[in-house]
């Protein structure tokens, strides 16, 4: 195994002393890059996540291009659905379509269980050929979607404003979401466990929909599961990171889950969030994402502002409280980026 | 002045003892009732808005089909950026549509201070028509959006899934979006006070996108507005609800801008909020609006949950976390009103 050169990101998920705070942003490998952009006229977005060459093509761009501390690999979340049996098509502008929802009994019954080593081999072949391309520079992160997130996309068939279809099932037939749940918990933990096994150095979980659930909803349909995931995977060492994107109540019980690293939005403050759960975790995020619209005066503001609401000491990777947006500039992010390397030595006394 | 019959409503505003909790529901007067959808037929949105019978009719169908303690005139909140000169269009399943929005301080200067009596006398006549028509049976409320809420509609041009264009304004011309939150706080104070003198016997300011900013910016460019605007607006004892949607942070300070009223969304937990700010004020909500998709047995297991999550006393106002949905059944929420009548007697001994 190569030894990691830069292993910041991994000691601070552990809450290790370290001499800067680490970085790494969402969505980096991605269209804010024109070097992505030339890889994506080539390729469609699907077929970029199931060409190995071409998603650790684009996962290494940051690494070299914008100097960020950890890789996340080039993938979506979505393909586990897909592995499962079901039709997905991505749409320009529009998102990703389900065109045969999940709403039945029968629609359930008809999603298989997954063998990520066959069923999702190019991504542990991505994972694979990133690593050995990465050579040791920065660790790599795989990731999957939370049940409760894929579950809306299964059941709205797509992005949704209201989720409508996803509420009338938990609401109507809890049954029937509590067993897809149950499905897709087993095909994560295996898929993220072989994302380990095939490289990855730490997992990332993205719970982009919990926060539209009421509390005890998103205990019963979302929490709970990943307690279960976290518990399932098979790991040495590698740290886990929850990102359950809006969602501002029972932190504390939220940073039970098992996780190393909770992942925070722009909306919560680190440091107050940091007093309320302790040790327990690290924390990661949370910058405004459009505060890369801004100018180098402003996000260097922004950015140490962030580092002060966390405070002293290690356990904060930096990062924005969501993806950065594709109209960002690259240059905009290397500030960013360059400033938390040279401004956070102070934080780490 | 015609004596109220039903002043549950505003008792419960002001945290006087009541025989039980009343109940009202945004968006109330809209598609999901066929009664509403026939009026559409024969107009369309703006011209509803605009012609105070029609305003008016629609108003008090869901006094009249529902039961519901209180009526809130039918309008939009963007009748005030269309006031101050902006070109409003509602597109039919998209929303509204600014065609030319506001970015620049030109853009900012074309926008004219409104005189409410003249510029938006015809929200005005609805509401006085509307009283009449009440004939006291229940409270009227008026309402605005928010100064920040505002901007967003009138600086991205409409609805937003990043809000990207508002970001670039508040951190690259912070001075610019203060100089337009300064004139809409303004334009909302004389029109929340124009409606009070017209016959609303409450307000309410909804901040719908209010939890889209960190909570520094959150302060800044929205809260702040709106304690100056409940301080600015003229009134006896006619109640101001103020409904932070997605606002999760802060709330002993939120709950002290002034309002008699908080607003709450499904993911906040009435009883925790409630201890949280004491006897500041009254809370209203905040049932996810999606269990009205759910069976009778559902709607009213959540709705005592909602009450019994509030618990004894006076001060809760049972509403919905958000508008009530175009495709919930009618028949849904008289079981929920109907339901809240008849069961919260035991919350009020």
Redesign the interface.
């Known amino acids: 195994m190569t030894q990691i050169k830069n292993d910041l990101f991994l000691r601070a998920c552990k809450k290790e002393k370290i001499e800067r705070t680490p970085i790494w942003v969402m969505r980096q490998a991605g269209r804010y890059l024109p070097e992505y952009r030339a890889v994506r006229e080539k390729a469609d977005f699907l077929t970029m996540c199931k060409t190995p060459e071409l998603a650790a093509e684009v996962t290494l761009q940051p690494i070299d291009l914008i100097g960020v501390d950890a890789a996340i690999i080039f993938s979506d979340i979505l393909v586990i659905p897909e592995a499962m049996g079901m039709t997905l098509e991505m749409h320009e502008g529009r998102g990703p379509v389900f065109p045969s929802p999940i709403r039945t009994e029968n629609d359930a019954n008809s999603l298989k269980n997954i063998d990520p080593t066959k069923d999702l081999k190019y991504v542990l072949d991505a994972v694979s050929l990133t690593k050995k391309e990465l050579n040791g520079r920065v660790p790599l992160i795989g990731f999957s979607g939370s049940p409760w997130t894929l579950l809306t996309y299964m059941v709205e068939g797509g992005g949704s404003k209201?989720?409508?279809n996803v509420?009338?099932m938990i609401?109507?037939n809890p049954k029937l979401a509590h067993s897809i749940l149950e499905k897709l918990s087993s095909a994560i933990s295996v898929y993220l466990s072989a994302k380990i096994e095939a490289g990855a150095n730490a997992v990332q979980i993205f719970d982009t929909w919990g926060?539209?659930?009421?509390?005890?909803?998103y205990q019963e349909f979302s929490l709970q599961y990943v307690e279960k995931i976290i518990d399932n995977i098979k790991r040495v060492n590698e740290p886990v990171i929850y990102f359950p994107k809006?969602v501002?109540?029972n932190l504390e019980k939220v940073a039970s889950c098992g996780a190393d690293v909770l992942g925070l939005d722009?909306?919560?403050?680190l440091g107050?969030v940091r007093a309320l759960v302790g040790d327990k975790v690290a924390l990661q995020g949370n910058m405004?994402?459009?505060?890369l619209?801004?100018?180098e005066e402003?996000i260097k503001d922004r950015a140490l502002?962030t580092m002060k609401s966390y405070g002293n000491g290690s356990g904060h990777i930096f990062n924005l409280g969501h993806g950065i947006?594709p109209?960002v500039a690259p240059a905009n992010l290397k500030t960013l980026v360059n400033f938390v390397k040279e401004n956070s030595t102070q934080f780490h006394k």
């Open positions: 209201n989720f409508s509420k009338k609401f109507n926060g539209i659930l009421s509390q005890d909803d809006g501002h109540s722009w909306t919560m403050d107050k405004d994402p459009t505060v619209y801004g100018s402003v502002k947006l109209d």
